[in-house]
């Protein structure tokens, strides 16, 4: 079915003005002011007034076969359900392990990209996780970006933090190198998403690996920028590299208390301090653990990261901070895909792929989803189906 949405305002994330969006074959095929179409009786026209047409959300670090673990094995996270991606606007993500890669294995991630991908969704996966040296499904990352489609980098390796491995400036640059070398081999960015903790070198690794060796600021992404005030500082000196920093949404009372910042808050800091919007980007860190640590490091309880944390803090950007509405879409859409090689992601542009969301004008509450021309939710109601459940969730 051809789709036309009608009279909504699109943000691509620019905003593009009010006029009419053409989709066919899972891409967008027009935009203009007043499209007509013949036989329309081969057309869905849906009418967008009072709505803003946006991309669909890119979340670049989601475990999507849950996380966790630090507390024993009751304390293992729940892997991420289809149905709660739909509604939170998320239609490409990156599934990543975390702490433990002995009981949550590649292979499960392989499978469950490859599950969510089947149902609507767009999944990829990082190899590796926070140990060094690197566990890969193949013999080496390089091997396994060039001949596995969903792996597009390495990821989330740990440093600052007790649970990594402590890699040296050697090791972490050889990862540098054989994702770089692998995503040449194989037309993709190879980034390395960098897990920090909250030690106190902070990023002071990235900086030894940019000045010692042949390594570029942009082959790093860290993550968790926003964990505390001073590693938000830190990170404002590595955008000056031309680094990317990405700011967990995903929090809770204990985590703020203890020194986190929102992720709107910190897009704010970091705008005012200069960092360039388009080096900026959130990710949900669903399904990982959100843990309540005393100070002697002792596990007291812990809570679960949620993929709708992506579209509040959005709001929360907009609503409470004033940020300009495109510049905080494009953290979630333009600027994740951008960073990890997903050109056909992010963007409302003729070619591009099909995945959209329709919000509210008014609430910027979620309304409609689409991925590839198809809907997933549509007025508030879940129309995708799984193999398993044969019907509609709401």
Not at 124 to 130: A, E, I, K, L, Q
Not at 167 to 190: F, N, Q, W
Not at 214 to 221: H, I, P
Not at 368 to 389: C, E, P
Request: glycine share 10%; aromatic share 6%; hydrophobic share 40%.
């Amino acid at each position: 079915m051809i789709t036309l949405i009608k009279n909504t305002k699109v943000y691509s994330p620019a905003y593009l003005g009010e006029c009419d969006v053409l989709i066919s074959g899972g891409r967008i095929a027009a935009i203009d002011n007043n499209i007509q179409v013949p036989h329309e009786q081969y057309v869905n026209v849906v009418d967008g007034k009072g709505q803003y047409l946006i991309p669909g959300f890119v979340d670049t670090l989601v475990h999507i076969t849950g996380g966790g673990g630090e507390g024993g094995f009751n304390t293992r996270t729940p892997e991420l359900d289809l149905f709660d991606a739909i509604k939170a606007g998320v239609t490409t993500m990156i599934g990543a392990l975390g702490t433990d890669a002995s009981t949550r294995l590649l292979g499960d991630l392989y499978g469950k990209a490859k599950a969510l991908s089947a149902d609507g969704l767009s999944c990829y996966m990082y190899t590796g996780s926070y140990e060094v040296p690197v566990k890969t499904l193949m013999d080496s990352v390089r091997d396994d970006m060039i001949f596995i489609d969903p792996v597009i980098g390495v990821g989330e390796v740990a440093i600052a933090d007790s649970r990594g491995s402590q890699p040296s400036v050697a090791e972490l640059a050889r990862i540098a190198a054989d994702a770089r070398v692998g995503g040449m081999l194989s037309g993709k960015t190879g980034v390395v998403m960098i897990h920090v903790g909250d030690g106190e070198d902070k990023l002071s690794l990235l900086h030894q690996v940019c000045e010692q060796y042949e390594v570029s600021a942009t082959q790093f992404y860290p993550t968790h920028i926003n964990r505390n005030r001073d590693l938000l500082s830190a990170g404002v000196e590595f955008a000056k590299l031309g680094g990317y920093l990405d700011l967990t949404a995903s929090t809770n009372e204990y985590l703020m208390a203890a020194g986190d910042v929102r992720a709107s808050e910190a897009l704010d800091y970091l705008l005012r301090q200069g960092v360039p919007g388009n080096q900026i980007t959130f990710s949900s860190d669903a399904q990982g653990s959100l843990p309540n640590f005393d100070a002697k490091g002792e596990l007291h309880g812990l809570d679960v990261g949620l993929i709708s944390s992506l579209h509040e803090e959005l709001v929360r950007s907009v609503k409470q901070y004033d940020i300009e509405f495109s510049t905080a879409l494009a953290c979630i859409t333009e600027n994740p895909a951008r960073i990890t090689g997903l050109y056909q992601k992010g963007k409302i542009k003729v070619g591009c792929d099909a995945d959209l969301c329709l919000l509210n004008a008014n609430t910027l509450d979620i309304e409609s989803v689409m991925t590839a021309g198809n809907w997933l939710l549509k007025d508030g109601v879940v129309t995708a189906k799984t193999k398993f459940i044969e019907r509609a969730e709401s």
